[in-house]
Structure formats: structure tokens, C-alpha cells
């Protein structure tokens, strides 16, 4: 019996050969890189809101316990964000993982968050703002702990940069072949017309 499987399945891979979807190579102009303490950060912060809220107080011995530790540090490891020519992604995520892409075209403003617990950690906040956002603040994401945050900023800027001018042009280019089109399209209905007069007459 084993056999037959077997054999049924070599040639159904004989048959069926699997098939390998090409997708079109991503060029990444710039992978951000995370600062450690985003751990400690993640860390101190739960602990700070289970002691002041009631229905945390008894989690914070389960937290302390070792369980901060290992979400903080699962947090941190799976961390992603880069800026590919066209987009800027981020993955981040526990339990549940969360993916964003936002067209750099859409980028409207990029400002840094601070606050006390930040500031103690040395770690800043890159706010994004985007065109037709659902949320009132039109923020889309949140990156925290960048390291070198102004110099990523720079990047993702310029690179927007460059999607916009290259948009542009391709407008403009597009409107100036449409117009050389109608205008051509006028000239035959011109000539068309001077030879329906000349044989009229």
C-alpha cells in the first residue's frame, strides 16, 4: 500500500510539475536597524501601566516573572522597516503581526514624539503623516527607536522626493503627447477638407 502512495505521487510530480511565480525583485534603498533598548523600553512601560491600573495588578508578578522579558525581547527581534523605491514598510508584532505599506507619494509630513520615558531610554519617535488617512491625526505609523532616526527621515524625504518629480514628468509628458496628437488629428480634418473643396470645385 505504502508503494502505491508512493508511486501515485511520484507521478502526479511528473505530471503537475509545481510552478515558480516570479515576483519582481524589490530595490531597497535603506533597511533601518533598531536600538536595543526598545526592550527595556517595552519592558518598564507595561510594568508601569499594570501597576497603575487595577485589572493589571495581578498580571505584574507573571510579568516580572520572566514573561516581560521574553514579549520585549520577541517585540524587538521582530522588528522590520525599510524604504524600497517606491514604498516605506514596516512589520512589527507578537502574537499578532501587523504589515503596512505606504506609498511614499502619499507622505505628507515626518515630525519626532518625545516624552519622559523616551527620553530616558534615548529613543525617539518617527511620526508618519499621510494623504487621506481615516485616522483625525492622518498618522499612518509610528517607528520607535531608529537608530540614526534624522539621517532615516533624510532618506525617506528625498526619496519621496524623486517619486514626485518623476510623477510629474510622466504627467507632463502625457499631456504634451496628447496635444501633439490632437493637433495632428486637426491637420487631417484640415487637408481632408481643403481636398473635399477642391473637389467641389
Not at 161 to 174: H, V
Request: charged share 25%; with cysteine; proline share 3%.
Amino acid at each position: 500500500m505504502t508503494c502505491f502512495f508512493l508511486t501515485f505521487f511520484c507521478l502526479k510530480l511528473r505530471f503537475y510539475p509545481s510552478t515558480t511565480i516570479m515576483k519582481p525583485e524589490t530595490i531597497i534603498i535603506q533597511q533601518a536597524t533598531f536600538n536595543e533598548k526598545i526592550r527595556k523600553y517595552i519592558f518598564w512601560v507595561v510594568t508601569f501601566y499594570l501597576f497603575i491600573s487595577v485589572a493589571g495588578i495581578p498580571f505584574i508578578i507573571i510579568w516580572l516573572a520572566g514573561m516581560g522579558q521574553i514579549i520585549s525581547r520577541r517585540y524587538y527581534e521582530r522588528l522590520e522597516c525599510q524604504l524600497t523605491e517606491t514604498h516605506l514598510e514596516f512589520k512589527k508584532g507578537v502574537m499578532f503581526r501587523v504589515e503596512k505599506t505606504i506609498p511614499l507619494e502619499n507622505i505628507q509630513d515626518l515630525t519626532f514624539l518625545d516624552n519622559p520615558f523616551l527620553r530616558w531610554f534615548d529613543l525617539r519617535i518617527l511620526k508618519i503623516e499621510t494623504a487621506g488617512s481615516s485616522n483625525p491625526q492622518g498618522s499612518d505609523m509610528k517607528l520607535i527607536g531608529i537608530v540614526d532616526t534624522p539621517v532615516f527621515k533624510e532618506k525617506v524625504l528625498e526619496q519621496r522626493s524623486i517619486i514626485r518629480n518623476k510623477n510629474l514628468a510622466e504627467a507632463q509628458g502625457s499631456t504634451s503627447g496628447g496635444t501633439d496628437e490632437s493637433v495632428e488629428l486637426l491637420r487631417e480634418i484640415r487637408d481632408l477638407l481643403k481636398t473635399m473643396k477642391n473637389k467641389l470645385h
